[in-house]
């Protein structure tokens, strides 16, 4: 302990020169020491710390030389040179002793600040806590289109979203729709703050559907039928169409012959029909001209009924048109009905088809050249097909085989033609006119004389030449009934040949005409009203009407 003196020697003026003197001897010190290792450095530093270390050696070298003076004057001053080193000494304890008291000091606060610092920590971490729990939360980031538009705790509420916006877009258009968001979620502390705007998501995702601003309109053949809002509403519809018009079980393709073709138009600039009055209008009937080309054997009362219509509408739309002068290859015009749409179906079928048997020819020397017989019967094959067959509105137009299998092949017929040269009586298988009188009266009823004419009449003066029709054998000349005098030629194959009320018979029973011989004379014999040749021609014993084999 310092006595009272002692302090108060040191609180003084003089004390505080003192202590001031001491303060800057350590701290040249200080410097010194650092100089000492200004070895270790390198460069600029190494060089200035040198210096600096030579400049306090200096200094230190000066103080002692001072310190030295100065105590030297002192003592010869005052005589108390003793004094003034033992105050030097007790100067020197008394700073030892509180620089003591500071190290202690500081160690303390030391333990005290290490003791504080885990509670600090754990304090400090609660209060985070509870600072994130009012201001986070674990949810998810949405993303649409790459942009980040909030947070939600539960997708759920996205995808609840989603759907309130298809069924708006399916309510407008009549149809179910799909909508194709490009979201993304990703899983964050979400800011409570910054929640996703669930109307306005709706209201982007219900503009961003491009269809909503748009109608679309229905052509077929490039006149617009009707529109619609809803392209879906339109394919739906022509489907059903489809679906109707063909065989699910064995439909290859269907398809409209029509160009029928869906298009986009701005809202508002057509029509809009509705998906019903659409259906009838495209299910019904319109009317078409269309050209027909004459086939062989065809007629036109026959082509008529073939497309349900009069001869005279068809002379109505073909004014040059001569309907007993109609030639193949000519094209008609004619008018119908066809449906609005004309559906095109290609269907696979499998059915037997039959293969038609050949004719071989061979020659008979003992036959006449206009004789012929079968001498074998021939008989059809039998073959398995599977085809292709294309129909328009139900009536084939096109048929493509994709396999043939024969399953019994085709026997062919022989056919025996005769070489030799006929007699002259043998009959040609032709007829002609059996006189050279005017033609006076048709086959079938008369309604003049109420009888059915089993022939037909050529007038003309008795005595007048009758010819055979044909060459054959006569089987009658005679008399009988209202025939009178009358022939019968039989010409072979149930073909014969009648020559009535004659007024002379040149032939008998038996004899063999030739086609052109001269057999009677035309008389009125037997029930007449003048004179005439009555000429039948039998087939098989049935009367036919002569004209179809002579001319009048």
Excluded at 157 to 181: C, H, K, M, N, W
Excluded at 182 to 188: A, E, M, P
Excluded at 261 to 267: D, V
Excluded at 521 to 539: A, D, Y
Aim: proline share 3%; with cysteine.
């Amino acid at each position: 302990m310092l006595s009272t003196e002692s302090y108060a020697l040191r609180s003084g003026p003089s004390g505080l020169l003192r202590r001031r003197w001491v303060r800057l001897r350590l701290r040249v010190r200080r410097l010194a020491a650092i100089g000492a290792g200004s070895a270790s450095l390198r460069g600029v530093l190494g060089v200035l710390a040198a210096v600096f270390s030579g400049v306090a050696w200096v200094l230190l070298l000066l103080r002692n030389l001072l310190l030295r003076g100065a105590r030297a004057v002192f003592r010869f001053v005052t005589g108390e040179v003793e004094s003034f080193a033992g105050w030097l000494r007790s100067h020197d304890a008394w700073r030892i002793e509180r620089y003591q008291r500071a190290q202690a000091r500081r160690t303390e606060k030391q333990h005290t600040r290490r003791g504080r610092a885990a509670p600090m920590i754990l304090m400090l971490c609660a209060v985070i806590l509870i600072i994130s729990a009012y201001t986070f939360d674990l949810g998810f980031e949405v993303s649409l289109d790459g942009e980040s538009i909030g947070y939600v705790r539960d997708r759920g509420e996205i995808t609840a979203a989603l759907d309130r916006v298809e069924d708006r877009i399916a309510a407008y258009q009549g149809a179910p729709y799909s909508l194709d968001a490009n979201l993304t979620y990703k899983l964050r502390y979400m800011e409570r703050s910054a929640p996703v705007d669930v109307e306005a998501l709706e209201s982007r995702l219900f503009a961003s559907v491009s269809e909503m601003e748009r109608d679309y309109a229905l052509r077929i053949d490039g006149e617009t039928v009707g529109a619609s809002h809803s392209k879906t509403a339109l394919e739906l519809l022509l489907r059903r169409i489809l679906l109707r018009s063909c065989d699910n079980a064995t439909e290859v393709n269907t398809s409209f012959v029509n160009d029928v073709r869906i298009e986009a138009i701005p809202a508002g600039t057509a029509e809009i029909v509705s998906e019903t009055e659409l259906e009838a209008k495209l299910s019904s009937n319109r009317a078409e001209t269309r050209y027909y080309t004459v086939q062989s054997g065809d007629t036109v009362s026959a082509i008529g009924q073939r497309f349900g219509m009069a001869v005279s509408e068809i002379k109505a739309l073909n004014p040059d048109l001569d309907e007993n002068r109609i030639h193949v290859g000519q094209e008609i015009k004619l008018a119908g009905e066809v449906p609005y749409l004309s559906v095109q179906q290609t269907v696979t079928e499998s059915y037997q088809e039959s293969i038609p048997y050949e004719t071989e020819i061979v020659y008979d020397e003992s036959m006449y050249k206009n004789k012929s017989a079968i001498r074998v019967q021939g008989v059809n094959g039998l073959a398995d097909v599977v085809a292709d067959v294309t129909y328009v509105n139900g009536i084939e137009t096109d048929r493509k085989i994709l396999s043939y299998t024969v399953v019994q092949e085709p026997v062919n017929a022989v056919k025996a033609v005769g070489t030799k040269e006929p007699p002259r009586t043998a009959a040609t298988g032709r007829f002609i006119k059996p006189s050279s009188g005017r033609f006076s009266s048709p086959f079938g009823y008369r309604r003049s004389l109420g009888d059915y004419h089993t022939g037909v009449d050529y007038a003309g003066a008795v005595g007048t030449n009758i010819w055979a029709a044909d060459g054959g054998t006569v089987i009658w000349a005679g008399q009988r009934g209202n025939y009178g005098k009358y022939i019968i030629i039989d010409h072979g194959n149930g073909y014969t040949t009648y020559y009535c009320h004659c007024s002379k018979l040149l032939v008998s029973a038996g004899d063999k005409v030739a086609q052109g011989d001269i057999i009677a004379k035309v008389g009125k014999t037997g029930r007449v009203t003048g004179p005439h040749l009555h000429f039948e021609i039998r087939v098989n014993g049935k009367a036919v009407n002569p004209l179809k084999y002579v001319s009048k």
